[in-house]
Nanobody, 124 residues
Framework: EEQFVESGGGWVQPGGSLRLSCAASGFTFSTYDINWVRQAPGKGPEWVSNIDSDGRNTYYADSVKGRFTVSRDNAKNTLYLQMNSLKPEDTALYYC?????????????????RGQGTQVTVSS
């Protein structure tokens, strides 16, 4: 069974940091681009980051550029998101999703499955 399991979320004060992890299983992780996507209460999904299959190239939404860093360890089938300088507007459910189509410069992606997500709450 193809699966993503996210972890590392929690509550943090504005300006703080968190590191999210996404453990993949049931498919050949190293052959796919993987995205982080977030969804805040009452809002639609928002693409956060993309990393290509070998980790050489990354893309970020303007809202997180310069604050978030995506990486992957293909030997461990794991994706990471280092989040620094967190803001209240970063509060959301964060999940990873497997990319099946991409227009990276436009920030457009299609996915065929996703994880359940991990909640990030930024507040004082």
């Amino acid at each position: 069974e193809e699966q993503f399991v996210e972890s590392g979320g929690g509550w943090v004060q504005p300006g703080g940091s968190l590191r999210l992890s996404c453990a993949a299983s049931g498919f050949t992780f190293s052959t796919y681009d993987i995205n982080w996507v977030r969804q805040a209460p009452g809002k639609g999904p928002e693409w956060v980051s993309n990393i290509d299959s070998d980790g050489r190239n990354t893309y970020y939404a303007d809202s997180v550029k310069g604050r978030f860093t995506v990486s992957r360890d293909n030997a461990k089938n794991t994706l990471y998101l280092q989040m620094n300088s967190l803001k209240p507007e970063d509060t959301a459910l964060y999940y990873c999703a497997r990319v099946i189509w991409a227009h990276k410069t436009a920030g457009l992606y299609e996915y065929d499955f996703r994880g359940q997500g991990t909640q990030v709450t930024v507040s004082s």
